[in-house]
């Protein structure tokens, strides 16, 4: 496989290129994967402020294979600090682009980890109309745990095994997915793994995406603190600063305080 393009940003690689190249690379190890799963998170702000008190969310950001640019704030920092990153790839992208070409290239196995059972059965209902060639091989809804212990990641890996997908969705929320993630790698085969947040939410209608044109104006936080304002705002009002002045500060070449 190609050699990725990256560009640091306050110590976290982050994936330079388009969506259609993020998907066609990861259609190549689609083809080509052997051996542990490649795997995919999305970078903003929050989850930058949230690293910073914790480590183990810090470690599985760096190791993704692609940490991919999720939020305006990442593309305007790349701008300040010089560097190249032009385009937003959000999870919603590639949960959509990876489906598009499973579906024209003719199928594939597919597995949802996360959230209700209910919000499980009614993406496999949409996925039937959506994209027929692919098959839902699987889905497991997790208790809500502020982490997973051994037993339930036991039992995690083994649904996943059973099921043999080549595409393993997360979506549970951040830092929560990720460090899941990385406990994963080892105990399932599986080619490709994404940590997609609230992109299951978005696919069955339970949350309204912000209309288009607030995301192309880089506005796409405000409708949707809107509906949900007591989880989102803590990202707006405290994380968002945070980064901000952390930027400012690695383009001054002044040391950054980590808190």
């Known amino acids: 496989m190609r050699k990725r393009s990256i560009e640091v940003i306050l110590g976290y690689p982050i994936y330079v290129g388009t969506r259609q190249t993020c998907i066609r690379e990861i259609f ?3 083809d080509r994967q052997q051996g542990r799963a490649r795997w995919l998170a999305c970078f903003n702000p929050h989850s ?3 690293a910073i008190g914790r480590p183990r969310f810090a470690q599985a950001l760096r190791g993704a294979d692609w940490l991919v640019p999720d939020g305006v704030g990442i593309l305007h920092a790349s701008w300040f600090l010089g560097g190249r990153i032009s385009e937003r790839i959000t999870g919603s992208d590639i949960f959509r682009g990876v489906h598009e070409h499973m579906q024209a290239r003719g199928g594939g196995r597919v597995f ?3 959230s209700t059972e209910k919000t499980l059965k009614s993406i496999e209902a949409r996925m039937a109309i959506d994209w027929p060639a692919l098959t839902v091989a699987g889905s497991y809804s997790p208790p809500f745990t502020k982490s997973f212990e051994f037993d339930e990641i036991s ?6 095994n059973s099921a043999r997908p080549d595409v393993l969705w997360v979506g549970l929320t951040a830092p929560k997915q990720e460090e899941l993630i990385c406990k994963l790698l080892d105990r399932i085969d599986v080619r490709f793994i994404a940590a997609v947040g609230a992109v299951f939410d978005f696919y069955t209608g339970r949350i309204k995406r912000s209309p288009a044109l607030f995301q192309s104006l880089g506005l796409e936080w405000l409708p949707r603190l ?7 705002w803590p990202r707006i009002f405290v994380s968002a600063p945070v980064f901000v002045w952390h930027v400012v500060r690695e383009r001054t070449g002044r040391d950054v305080r980590w808190r």
Not at 226 to 232: I, T
């Open 48 to 50: 930058y402020k949230t």
């Open 112 to 114: 949802f980890l996360g």
């Open 155 to 160: 039992r995690i890996a083994t649904a996943i």
């Open 28 to 30: 190549e190890t689609l």
């Open 226 to 232: 809107m509906q949900e304002p007591r989880r989102l």
